[in-house]
């Protein structure tokens, strides 16, 4: 059993280790993370299949056909990124492609999972009790083969070496007369022919669907921050080991704690030696010398008391307005609730320079332990609102801890690894969590006041809203803000200020986790049931596109990308293909042309009103002089 496990382990870890080169072959190169890697590589196997089934050609030429589609694919999103002002933006740009591919996927080829051909149909064989199937035997070898001509290629040719040099310091390898444009074309291409390669490889051992590749691409991180996201040695050992040391586990412990295992493997490996078995340590994540932030001036007043008036007003009107539409005061609270998180979120990202890929597991934190704390020891929703703000505000004080030894990269992918293993701890510990079946909160209450309807619910989490804002606003014009941002634009000189860095980043981090896990009691209590699936690696990133979509570094912001990442969606939701393209395309344009986001295109329509009515002012004063005259 234990030979049987470890083959199969190997052959599922060479897969991994075969993805993991395509992203580290692009992040060695350019300093960026493509998120969209795994969806340009379920593209080109559909494409392949195409050719295949649809054209009549035979496996060799659709599989060349796949390759050369890959390549080019790869090239198109490397233009397209180009924009980019920072690796933040980089991340939100390839989620709205991870959007549009498979919104495009949905549409050509459908949402239902095919059958995809295999060229193997003979017995397995059998060596030393290992029953060895001609498919996996196959993509052992592919895999093999592909990484002995890498080392060939980057050790003995000229392109390849000249490529090693640009991953090295582009600059330098600019001045040696390395042309970095060619190079930079030519690196993501053969990053997308091994997307492809693992596409093509991957789609008989499951179904050719839309998501095929999504797990696979989470995998393909954890292998390679096992091995070192820096060496390419290091990522074919970290596939190779994840795969095996999966596999003994789904065969000696349980198949169910597979995929949780990975995710906590991730996370310890990260906290005991992020830069893995064969790394280097990483500082940024993509950040360029060019990167901006949006200036905020803790001395500004704000919005003048008049207008705040009026908002106010205008949100308590809002309900009255639509009091006999439950959907849409129901999605009015939904907006709320999200904007509460994408607040906390910015606070970390917008006002300290941290990154959190996770954040939906704390609001899943804060959601649980509501439900839990009503439902089972029958405690009033006030306390269990702050006591889920509590536990999630002490969860966030262990990932601040974590991230204490962790930045960039490294912090970025660990707490992607938490979001991603949330679920799987949920589902796993249903004697708790009640598993699959998920649970029901009370209505929240208040003595004999029970907000049982959606008008009821909205005024609630109003009052969260505009707590949560005179919070966050305080805390920003006071010396703990100055602090933030201080942190934020130069370690350095913050330390040299006197600053204590890892005191205001742990402080960070809790704030933001207290406001998410507040988000996630109301949550809980106004959908009225919860369940792991609610709280995917997906509702993460999600989180963070709210705040760059919005603009980093702004409370109004912050409460615009809330609400356009929630509200657009609903818009095209009569087709799925057609809205994912339509909102993954709204979504890049904003973060590839308007890197202020939504509150920087605001304020510039505003200026522009304004400087028009000043304009129509003087020259109607000029009349008047010269009607006098």
Same mark, same amino acid.
């Given at each position: ?123 397995? !064989? ?34 390849? &070496?000249?490529?090693? #040099? ?34 093509? !490889? ?25 091995? %070192? ?112 998180? @994408? ?6 990202? %917008?006002?300290? =320079? ?12 804060? @959601?649980?332990?509501? #439900?839990? !704390? ?13 006591? #889920? ?21 490294? *912090? ?72 933030? &941002? ?6 350095? =000189? ?87 393209? *339509?909102?993954? =395309? ?19 329509? %505003? ?23």
């Amino acid at each position: 059993m234990f030979g049987q496990l470890v083959f199969s382990g190997l052959a599922i870890g060479s897969l991994y280790a075969l993805v993991a080169l395509g992203l580290v072959m692009v992040f060695k190169s350019t300093n960026l993370i493509n998120f969209a890697y795994g969806q340009m590589a379920m593209l080109s196997t559909f494409f392949g299949y195409t050719l295949l089934e649809r054209a009549g050609l035979s496996y060799g030429f659709a599989f060349l056909g796949a390759m050369a589609f890959s390549a080019l694919l790869a090239i198109v999103v490397q233009q397209i990124l180009r924009p980019a002002k920072s690796g933040h933006s980089v991340i939100v740009a390839t989620l709205a492609l991870y959007m549009i591919f498979s919104a495009v996927a949905g549409l050509i080829w459908g949402w239902d999972p095919q059958p995809f051909p295999t060229v193997f149909d003979g017995d397995p !064989l059998i060596f030393f009790e290992v029953v060895a199937s001609q498919e996996n035997l196959f993509n052992l070898a592919v895999t093999v083969g592909l990484m002995i001509l890498m080392f060939l290629f980057f050790r003995f040719t000229m392109t390849g &070496i000249a490529m090693r #040099a640009l991953s090295q310091n582009s600059m330098a390898a600019s001045l040696m007369g390395v042309s970095v444009d060619r190079l930079f074309i030519l690196t993501w291409a053969l990053s997308g022919i091994l997307g492809g390669v693992a596409g093509f !490889l991957v789609a008989p051992t499951t179904f050719l669907d839309t998501n095929m590749m999504a797990v696979m691409l989470l995998k393909a991180f954890t292998a390679a921050v096992l091995g %070192g996201f820096t060496s390419y040695p290091g990522v074919v050992i970290g596939g190779l080991t994840l795969g095996v040391l999966e596999n003994l586990v789904a065969g000696y412990v349980s198949t169910e704690l597979k995929d949780t295992f990975s995710f906590i493997l991730l996370i310890a490996v990260l906290c005991v030696r992020p830069e893995g078995i064969l790394g280097k340590p990483i500082r940024m994540l993509g950040k360029k010398a060019a990167e901006e932030h949006t200036p905020f001036d803790s001395s500004a007043p704000g919005l003048s008391t008049s207008r705040k008036l009026l908002l106010l007003a205008a949100a308590v009107a809002f309900p009255l307005i639509f009091q006999d539409n439950s959907y849409i005061l129901y999605f009015t609270c939904l907006v709320g609730i999200y904007m509460i998180v @994408a607040i906390g979120l910015d606070l970390l990202i %917008g006002f300290t =320079g941290q990154i959190s890929l996770g954040h939906a597991a704390l609001f899943a934190i804060g @959601a649980y332990a509501s #439900a839990l !704390l009503t439902i089972n020891l029958g405690l009033p929703f006030w306390i269990a609102l702050l006591a #889920a703000g509590a536990i999630a505000g002490l969860a966030g004080l262990l990932v601040g801890l974590a991230a204490l030894r962790l930045s960039g990269l490294y *912090l970025a992918i660990a707490t992607l690894g938490l979001g991603e293993a949330m679920p799987h701890i949920l589902l796993k510990w249903d004697s708790l969590t009640n598993g699959y079946n998920g649970l029901k909160p009370p209505r929240p209450a208040f003595g004999d006041l029970v907000l049982n309807n959606e008008f009821k619910l909205y005024f609630l989490i109003l009052a969260v809203l505009i707590l949560v804002i005179a919070v966050t606003s305080n805390l920003l014009h006071s010396k703990i803000g100055r602090a933030f &941002i201080a942190s934020r634009d130069s370690d350095a =000189g913050a330390e040299a200020m006197g600053i204590p860095l890892a005191r205001y980043r742990i402080l960070a981090f809790v704030l933001s986790a207290v406001f998410a896990g507040i988000a996630g009691s109301l949550y809980a209590h106004v959908v009225g049931f919860i369940s792991p699936s609610d709280f995917n690696s997906w509702m993460s990133l999600v989180f963070l596109c709210m705040v760059f979509v919005g603009g980093v570094g702004s409370i109004p912001g912050a409460m615009l990308g809330a609400a356009f990442m929630t509200a657009v969606p609903q818009i095209f939701v009569g087709s799925k293909s057609l809205s994912g393209i *339509l909102f993954g =395309g709204a979504l890049l344009i904003i973060i590839l042309f308007f890197p202020k986001g939504l509150a920087g295109i605001s304020q510039a329509i %505003g200026g522009l009103i304004a400087r028009c009515a000043r304009g129509a002012s003087s020259t109607s004063s000029e009349q008047a002089g010269e009607t006098k005259a």
